[in-house]
């Protein structure tokens, strides 16, 4: 018999983790603190280094033995990859005529952008083993999710963004500071990929502390570009409504697509984590090298807001998924 459920339980699956309260801190500290004049210059060099370092990490840490086992399992990728780059994006642009009235040009680019991106890798396996789903289908996911987002992301915000030009002329940035690093990782595997691997710990904090630094640099220059007043309290409640509609609609089409085409539910949990779910560790990098200056703090600002909700969803939906009986293999032939 399962014990009640106390209230103090039920609040922390609520809570916001650490890293959350770091970005909101970060926000406010950009926002009474703004980096400027020389220090804004070193630190944008300093943001360079964390992004081409990060991506190098990636690179590194990234198992080619794992994708290619993972790739077998075509069908559930397929579904996983339509979510992320076709499903998304479609929706966000069917979201226009209610959120550009509610949000204005600056944050419904904002919102397209974040549609864009690529799902999560950490978080989307950690969900899907804490649900008692298909961990290597959700690690070769996500990493191929990645992957195929260093292409696709900028690809997807020059048609849906109409920034066409703009795309342009980062390619070369995009080439040097996200894919050229990321393949130099890959390609040094065979010498450091294990020490990378061993180091978690050291590796997670330069993952959360790069992003914070690109958080800080992109909102010091929003804020001297004067984002809180351009922005009113009824656009950020309108923002966080429409970020919690998106979700809850891509949540919704993944679990129906997974059940319709008859994947397990250990599929179905892969598919869900990993389809409903986008990388603020790539989507902020991104945004610095695509649109750069005060744009990237506004840019930014709904893929930090989808990523509270997705992590505070998810974890609910984790420990609803765990919940579920143990299924033992029947020992009667199959019909």
């Given at each position: 018999?399962?014990?009640?459920t ?10 916001p983790?650490?890293f ?8 406010a500290?950009?926002?009474f603190?703004p980096?400027?004049?020389?220090a ?6 300093v ?6 370092l990060?991506?190098f990490l990636?690179?590194?840490r990234?198992?080619?033995d ?5 790739l077998?399992h ?18 966000g642009?069917a ?37 008692r ?15 195929f ?5 900028p ?5 849906l ?14 080439a040097?500071?996200?894919l050229?690093p990321?393949?130099?990782?890959q390609?040094?595997?065979?010498w ?6 061993r ?6 904090l ?15 220059k ?6 809180w007043t ?13 970020c919690?509609?998106l979700?809850?609609?891509v ?15 250990e599929?179905e ?23 750069g200056?005060?744009a ?6 709904p ?9 505070l969803?998810?974890a609910?939906l ?15 032939p199959?019909?």
């Open positions: 018999m399962s014990k009640p106390s209230p103090l339980a039920s609040f922390a699956a609520f809570r983790d650490g959350t309260l770091a970005l909101i801190a970060t926000v500290l950009a926002s603190l980096a400027s004049g020389a804004s210059s070193v630190a944008d060099d943001v360079t280094g964390a992004i081409v990060l991506f990636h690179g590194a990234l198992s080619r794992a994708v290619l086992a993972g077998f075509w069908r559930l990728h397929l579904v996983i990859l339509a979510l992320t780059f076709a499903v998304f994006p479609l929706f642009l979201l226009k005529p209610l959120a550009l009235p509610l949000l204005g040009p600056s944050l419904y680019l904002g919102l397209l952008f974040l549609c864009c991106l690529p799902s999560t890798v950490q978080s989307s396996i950690a969900f899907t083993s804490i649900a789903g298909n961990v290597p289908a959700a690690v070769c996911a996500a990493s191929a999710s990645n992957l987002g260093i292409a696709l992301t690809l997807l915000t020059g048609v963004l109409a920034r066409q030009g703009a795309t342009s002329s980062a390619v070369g940035t995009i040097t500071e996200l050229l990321f393949l130099a990782g390609l040094l595997r065979p450091v990929g294990a020490w990378v691997v180091r978690k710990v050291l590796l997670s330069v993952d959360r502390g790069a992003i914070l630094l690109m958080v800080y640099t992109a909102f010091s929003a804020v001297i570009g004067g984002i351009q922005m009113s309290e009824t656009e950020l409640i309108a923002l966080a409504a429409l919690c509609l979700l809850a609609v949540i919704g089409l993944a679990t129906l697509a997974a059940r319709r085409l008859g994947f397990s539910t599929d949990i892969a598919i869900v984590f990993c389809g409903s779910k986008k990388s603020l560790v790539t989507g902020v990098p991104m945004a610095n090298v695509l649109f200056g005060a990237a703090g506004v840019i930014v600002l893929l930090m807001i989808f990523h509270q909700i997705q992590l969803v998810c609910v984790a420990r609803r998924y765990a919940r579920r009986p143990e299924t033992k293999p029947s020992l009667e199959a019909e």
